[in-house]
């Protein structure tokens, strides 16, 4: 499987040039070859970056005439967040026990 294949979000997010995707189109939608301007990498290295994002479900996208323009997928970003959030509330729980059984072992 190459990693164009790949669908997860975490392993899209993970390449710098996919979140520097990711935070320009946080600003507004924009097409390829915006995006490409904006980037140090090629135009078809844009378009391989966009569909991983794509299939992870990070991006989506629509036609503009002859161009594709890409915007940010709420729904992915949010199931992104949301597991975020399940190991931060992990992690505090986790430093609440060993607070609270210190304090009873201090007792």
Known sequence: MTA???ADAWVAM?????RSIVER???????V??????LPVSRPAVSQ?????????LVCDRADGT????????????AMR???DRFWMRA?????????EESDHDR
């Open 92 to 100: 505090l729980e986790g430093f609440q026990r060993i607070v609270e």
């Open 4 to 6: 164009y294949q790949e």
């Open 33 to 38: 070859g915006e995006l490409a301007r904006e």
């Open 49 to 57: 970056h966009l569909k991983v994002l794509k299939r992870a479900g």
């Open 82 to 84: 949301d597991e975020l």
């Open 67 to 78: 161009r594709r323009v890409y915007q940010l997928e709420p729904a992915g970003l949010a």
């Open 25 to 31: 189109l946080a600003h507004r939608p924009m097409a």
């Open 14 to 18: 993970a390449d710098r040039t996919r």
